[in-house]
């Protein structure tokens, strides 16, 4: 088999258990993370809530999402931020992994209403922040100030900026943030 995040790492790295961890103690029985690349998130999820229901989504269908769906078994589909092929409010719980911050600019409004439309009672926001409304940070990759965008679509999140033992890379040291919206 080829080196991939489940050969390579005895253990869940930190950043990867960010989501299971705050899922603790809230009623839900749908997960949906978009962008969910090799499913780490989803595995940590599927570990302590065996009975939730659990669907990954990723655009690199070709690459590592096939074959992670076929390693872990989890429901991993084809998809896109910009069009998620699911119900208005289908997913008690919604998330992101630095999803946004792969994206261009003037994409990341369409990805957020879209992942606005799908949730129901929670999403989660692990990216970068900016002082600019949209901008891009340090080493080139695009971020926001997700309170006040959040706040553009009559939400409101709580911030918490992730500790460097959890994410001890940069742009992540300095600008990365988790964001919760209690919908």
Known sequence: MAENPYTTYAELRPSKKIVVNLLEGK?????LEVGCQWGENLI????????KKIVGVDADW??????????????????SVFSLEFQDKEFDVVFT???FCMLQPEQIETGLKEIIRVAKKYIILIELK?????????????????????GKYGLEATTKKIPSKVWGANPWVDNGYIYEVKL
């Open 130 to 150: 900016t002082e600019e409304f949209i901008g891009i940070v340090k080493g080139g990759r695009t971020g926001a100030d997700w309170v006040s965008l959040l």
């Open 44 to 51: 940590a999820i599927r570990e302590k809530f065996p009975d």
């Open 97 to 99: 992994n630095a999803l």
């Open 62 to 79: 070709d690459g590592i999402v096939q074959e992670a769906k076929t390693i872990t078994g989890l429901d991993i589909r084809k998809g």
């Open 27 to 31: 009623e839900f029985n749908s997960v």
